[in-house]
């Protein structure tokens, strides 16, 4: 659940969302990541940058942070020759290893798909390859 909370009372709370830090002519940037911490020492720099208020969010019971879904899932669908990215903005990037051939189990995908969702697929001999 995602909540508003004073910067004072957010201590010890996980920022909802990237809070960006902005002097006019010179820095353009994030301050604070999402799922960042906020300790006592983040207070003077969240009202500096004019933050009273910050979105953190609590997990309920059974809940897990989507960064930490996604790589629970690429950890369960990576074999050999895979390894997948750190996780940024709720998901996480496979990569190949090696190089080689990639071979899909298209039908396997298509059993497993959730219910309306379609998957864009490339045919390989119409882009040459």
């Known amino acids: 659940m995602i909540k508003k909370v004073k910067v004072e009372e957010a201590i010890g709370m996980a920022l909802a969302h990237d809070l960006t830090k902005v002097i006019p002519g010179g820095f353009k940037g994030p301050a604070f990541k999402r799922g960042q911490i906020i300790t006592k020492d983040d207070i003077p720099e969240l009202l500096s940058i004019g933050k009273e208020h910050v979105f953190v ?3 309920d019971e059974g809940e897990v942070h989507e960064e ?3 790589v ?3 950890k369960a669908i990576i074999g050999n020759g895979l390894s997948h990215s750190l996780p940024s903005e709720g998901r996480v990037n496979l990569k190949t290893t090696a190089a080689g051939l990639l071979k899909i189990n298209v039908a396997s995908l298509d059993r497993n798909k959730p219910a309306g969702r379609h998957y864009h697929r490339h045919n390989t001999q119409q882009h040459g390859l």
């Open 57 to 59: 969010l609590t997990l």
């Open 72 to 74: 629970r899932i690429a």
């Open 68 to 70: 930490e879904a996604a």
